[in-house]
């Protein structure tokens, strides 16, 4: 900027080599301001953006220290590099200086190209510690970026070990894994709607999805897509997990259980006759983001997602119906009734499992907050 003269801030009441410096430093072009004592400067040094404090020791050692201490503490003026000018000091009194937050210590008398060179040697590392900053700012906002977008796939605590291990934010682009899948569909939905208000309709809707949400984030599932009154998700990305079969039905089983509860709390007749029907299968898919350039959604597709829609459809309201594919992964921790089906698709003999209890649950942690 144009006629800017970077600031120096002399802390000193009557001191002629001081009076020299200030001099010194108005000639080679710093505008040099003065404060009468420690507490002065501390108020100073809060209005205004000094390249560097210069101080010199003074008898009053507490009121000193505790100048120190104040203009380091305070965010406004912890980065202003602070200058000490003693003529002799003990090893105890540079110590408690440097832990005050001195930044360095210079013996009296002074020079005053000595001060310049560490002011300029100051100024440097300065300016490397406002790009470091400005570099940390934009990474923050990056990072908050990626938890709103990334936090609308999955549980909180999942983002949250995304951000911090970023390169684990590849399999975004697309890749065969190894997931299970659920479909929860609300019962009875349709009908309901039709007899109801579309204010009552949605506000009951979201008031379902959000509570459902909160139940497939605990058990770090990643939400795929609301259809119509249908919720999808997944286990076993972005994030891979040993677990995600026993995730998703321990997840599915609590669905039910709430959802009892909501229809408890409604405390309308016609409400009782909503519930879930859940279908459940684990296999191979191909997860990423899918869609238009201009609209993309992070979701899985293949034969063994369809599976699990399929099996959705046929569950009854209240059941959790799975494959057979998933009750081999976790058939030691449940019991379940076997039957056959048949699934639009799918040819020959098909096993489903209807969920009876689970005698192993699996223990999750409570839903965290997105840092």
């Known amino acids: 900027m144009e006629g800017y003269k970077s600031r120096v801030l002399l802390t000193y009441s009557t001191c002629e080599e001081m009076g020299i410096l200030e001099k010194f430093l108005d000639k080679v072009g710093y505008a040099v301001d003065r404060a009468h004592g420690g507490p002065e400067a501390v108020r100073m040094a809060l209005d205004v953006p000094y390249e560097i404090i210069v ?42 200086a440097l832990d005050a937050g001195v930044d360095d210590i210079l013996s009296s008398p002074v020079d005053p190209y000595e001060v310049v060179a560490r002011l300029r040697s100051f100024r440097r590392i300065s300016i490397r510690a406002r790009e470091i900053l400005k570099k940390e700012e934009t990474i923050d906002k990056h990072n908050k970026l990626l938890r709103n977008i990334i936090g609308n796939y999955v549980s909180p605590d999942i983002a949250n070990e995304l951000i911090k291990n970023p390169e684990k934010l590849s399999v975004l682009g697309g890749e065969i894994k190894t997931i299970t899948t659920m479909f929860a569909d609300i019962r009875n939905f349709t009908s309901f709607s039709a007899t109801h208000k579309p204010a009552e309709v949605v506000s009951l809707i979201n008031e379902i999805f959000e509570e459902m949400t909160e139940i497939i984030f605990k058990y770090k599932g990643t939400l795929d897509n609301f259809m119509g009154d249908c919720i999808m998700a997944f286990w076993g990305a972005p994030q891979p997990t ?112 209807n969920l009876l209890k689970i005698k192993h649950p699996i223990a999750v942690a409570k839903t965290v907050k997105v840092a």
């Open 55 to 96: 101080m010199t020791y003074c008898s009053n050692v507490d009121e000193m220290l505790a100048s120190f201490k104040e203009i380091k503490d305070n965010p406004l003026s912890m980065y202003i590099p602070l200058l000490l000018v003693a003529d002799e000091l003990s090893h105890g009194d540079r110590i408690a």
């Open 242 to 353: 040993k677990d995600h079969a026993m995730l998703a039905v321990c997840c599915a089983n609590e669905m039910q259980a709430h959802m009892a509860l909501i229809r408890d709390r409604w405390e309308k007749d016609e409400y009782y006759r909503l519930g879930l029907g859940i279908g459940i299968n684990s296999g191979q898919a191909i997860v990423g983001n899918i869609g238009h350039n201009k609209l993309k959604h992070y979701t899985a597709i293949g034969a063994d997602v369809n599976m699990a829609a399929r099996l959705e459809k046929l569950a009854r309201r209240g059941s959790v119906l799975m494959s057979g594919n998933t009750y081999e992964l976790i058939k030691e921790h449940i019991i379940t009734e076997e039957f056959q089906v048949d699934l639009k698709g799918f040819d020959g003999k098909n096993i489903a499992h």
